[in-house]
C-alpha cells in the first residue's frame, strides 16, 4: 500500500464502525428490524466498496478488509454477534459471501488487471442497490408473482426491479467512464443489456445468500473480460437470445422448473462462450432425447414400488448433477488453455454421455424391462429400486451412450471411448445406487427422499439420487480422458 493509503484506512475503518455501530443501535431501539439494519448495512457498504478506486491509490486496502470481513461475518452470523444484522429467522452466508464479492472483485478486476476497474465499481453498484431493493419492492408487491429458482424464493417484480438496477448501473458506469473500451455503441449498449440479464439470473438461482457473489461474478466477467477478446463479445451477443429461448421452451413445455431453466440457460451460455457452438451437441443430445424418454409411459413409472426422490420438471440440482461435471471439464481446459482439445473434448463428452446411458436405462429399462435384479447381487427387486439392472436397461443404455457417442464423433472424439465411457459410468451409477444411496420405509413400498430424524434403511442418508448423478457422469468424463 502506498503512503496515502495507510493515512486513509483509518477513516475508512471509522466509517466501517459507524455504520455497523448505527445498524445496532437503530435495531436496539426497535427502529428497524434485523432485515432493514442489514439492507442498510448491504448499501452503506456496498457503495463504499465501489468508491474505493476513488479514495485508494491501490487494491490492497479493499482486499485486506474484504479478506478480514469474509471470516469475521462467517463466525458472526453463526454466534449472532452484531445482532442488527444477524437476528435474522432464516440463517444465511449472506454477510459473509457479501465480502467474498468484494475480494474477488477487487482481485479480478482491480489488481489482475486496472483497466477492469469500472467492471469492479459496475458490479459493487449493482450489488449494494439491486440486491436490497429487489428484495424490498418483491415482499411488498410480489404478490402471486413469486417463484422459486435454486432454493430461495423469489418474486417476478423483484427480479424485474432487480435487472432495472442492474442496467441503470452497468449502463451508468459505461456511460461515465467510456468503458468497454474500442467496443461499438451498439454492442456496449447489446453487452449492457447482457450483462444486467445474467446478474439477474445470477441473483435468482442464489440461495443462502450466495447470490452476493453469482451477481459480482456475472458482472465482472461479462462486462470486465468478455469484451477483451471479439470473439468472445460476438458469442455473448449471439448466445443470450439462443439461452433465453432454451429456457423459455423448457419452461413452456415443463421439461424444468425455473431454477432447472435457468441454469440450463447458464450452462447453455458457458459451454458456447467458452467452448464455441459446437460443443451444445453433446447436451442437446443428451437432455432432447432423455426429455422426450421422460414422458413415455409416465402413468406406469408413477406406479413403481419404489418411489423417486424427485418427480415432475427436473430443478436446478438435477440439471447441475447432470451437467455440472460437463461444466467443470470445460472450465479446467479454459484455465489450461485447451479447450477444443483431445482430453477436454473427450472428457466433456464422456460426462453426458454417461448421463445418457444412465437415464436411458433407467427410463426404459423401467418401463419394458423384466425380472430388476440389484446390480450387486443379483438379487431380484422391485421395478424402479436404485442399482438394479435388466437386460433391457443395460441395452438401452448402450443406446444412450452412443447417441452421444455419435454426435461427438463429429467434433472429433473417439466414438468407441465415448461410447465405453458412458457405458461404465452408467454401471457405476447402478453399484452407487446399490451401495451409497439411501432409501426410506415407506407405506408398502421404499422412498427415496429422505426422512428427516430417521435412518434410512439402506445407503447413507447425505446420498440421494443427484449425487449417484454427479458420480456417473464423473466416471464418464475421468475415463474418457483417459481412454481418448
Not at 233 to 255: G, H, I, Q, Y
Not at 440 to 456: D, I, M, N, V
Request: charged share 10%; net charge positive; hydrophobic share 55%.
Amino acid at each position: 500500500m502506498t503512503p496515502g493509503d495507510w493515512s486513509i484506512l483509518p477513516w475508512v475503518l471509522l466509517y466501517l464502525a459507524v455504520v455497523l455501530g448505527a445498524s445496532e443501535v437503530m435495531h436496539s431501539v426497535g427502529a428497524w428490524s434485523s432485515t432493514t439494519a442489514r439492507r442498510g448495512v448491504h448499501l452503506a457498504v456496498g457503495s463504499a466498496a465501489a468508491a474505493a478506486p476513488v479514495v485508494f491509490d491501490t487494491a490492497w486496502p479493499l482486499l485486506v478488509l474484504a479478506a478480514i470481513f469474509v471470516p469475521f461475518n462467517l463466525v458472526a452470523g453463526r454466534r449472532r454477534w452484531l445482532r442488527g444484522m444477524h437476528d435474522v429467522a432464516r440463517r444465511t452466508d449472506g454477510t459473509a459471501t457479501f465480502a467474498l464479492a468484494v475480494l474477488f472483485a477487487a482481485w479480478a478486476a482491480w489488481m489482475l488487471d486496472p483497466a477492469r476497474v469500472p467492471a469492479m465499481q459496475a458490479a459493487l453498484v449493482v450489488l449494494a442497490l439491486g440486491d436490497p431493493l429487489a428484495a424490498w419492492v418483491g415482499e411488498r408487491r410480489g404478490g402471486r408473482t413469486r417463484y422459486r429458482a435454486g432454493g430461495d424464493e423469489r418474486s417476478l417484480v423483484g427480479s424485474a426491479v432487480f435487472f432495472a438496477v442492474a442496467l441503470v448501473g452497468i449502463g451508468g458506469t459505461s456511460v461515465v467512464t467510456g468503458f468497454p473500451v474500442g467496443v461499438s455503441a451498439p454492442a456496449t449498449i447489446a453487452l449492457v443489456v447482457a450483462a444486467a440479464f445474467w446478474a439477474t439470473v445470477a441473483e435468482a438461482v442464489g440461495r443462502s445468500g450466495w447470490d452476493n457473489l453469482w451477481i459480482v461474478v456475472a458482472i465482472v466477467f461479462l462486462v470486465g473480460f468478455v469484451p477483451e477478446d471479439p470473439r468472445a463479445l460476438a458469442r455473448l451477443l449471439a448466445a443470450t437470445p439462443v439461452s433465453l429461448a432454451l429456457a423459455a421452451t423448457t419452461l413452456r413445455l415443463r421439461l424444468l422448473d425455473a431454477g432447472g431453466a435457468w441454469g440450463a440457460a447458464l450452462l447453455c451460455l458457458t459451454i458456447i462462450l467458452f467452448g464455441g457452438w459446437g460443443l451444445l451437441l453433446p447436451g442437446a443430445a443428451f437432455f432432447v432425447l432423455s426429455s422426450l424418454l421422460s414422458r413415455v409411459g409416465r402413468g406406469v413409472k408413477d406406479g413403481l414400488a419404489v418411489r423417486p426422490e424427485k418427480s415432475g420438471p427436473r430443478d436446478l440440482v438435477q440439471v447441475a448433477a447432470n451437467g455440472g461435471v460437463a461444466w467443470l471439464v470445460l472450465a479446467a481446459g479454459v484455465l489450461a488453455g485447451d479447450v477444443g482439445q483431445g482430453w477436454v473434448v473427450a472428457s466433456f463428452c464422456g460426462a453426458f454421455a454417461a448421463a445418457a446411458a444412465d437415464t436411458w436405462s433407467t427410463e426404459i429399462g423401467s418401463l419394458w424391462g423384466r425380472s430388476p435384479r440389484l446390480v450387486t447381487t443379483g438379487r431380484r427387486v422391485e421395478a424402479g429400486t436404485s442399482g438394479a439392472v435388466t437386460l433391457t436397461g443395460l441395452v438401452a443404455s448402450v443406446a444412450g451412450s452412443a447417441s452421444v457417442a455419435g454426435v461427438s464423433w463429429l467434433l472429433g472424439a473417439p466414438f468407441i471411448a465415448i461410447l465405453a465411457a458412458g457405458v461404465a459410468g452408467g454401471l457405476v451409477d447402478s453399484l452407487a445406487g446399490a451401495l451409497l444411496q439411501g432409501a426410506w420405509p415407506g407405506e408398502g413400498s421404499l422412498a427415496e427422499a429422505r426422512q428427516a430424524g430417521t435412518a434410512p434403511v439402506k445407503g447413507l442418508a447425505w446420498v440421494d439420487n443427484d449425487t449417484v448423478n454427479l458420480l456417473c457422469t464423473a466416471a464418464g468424463a475421468i475415463l474418457a480422458a483417459a481412454l481418448a
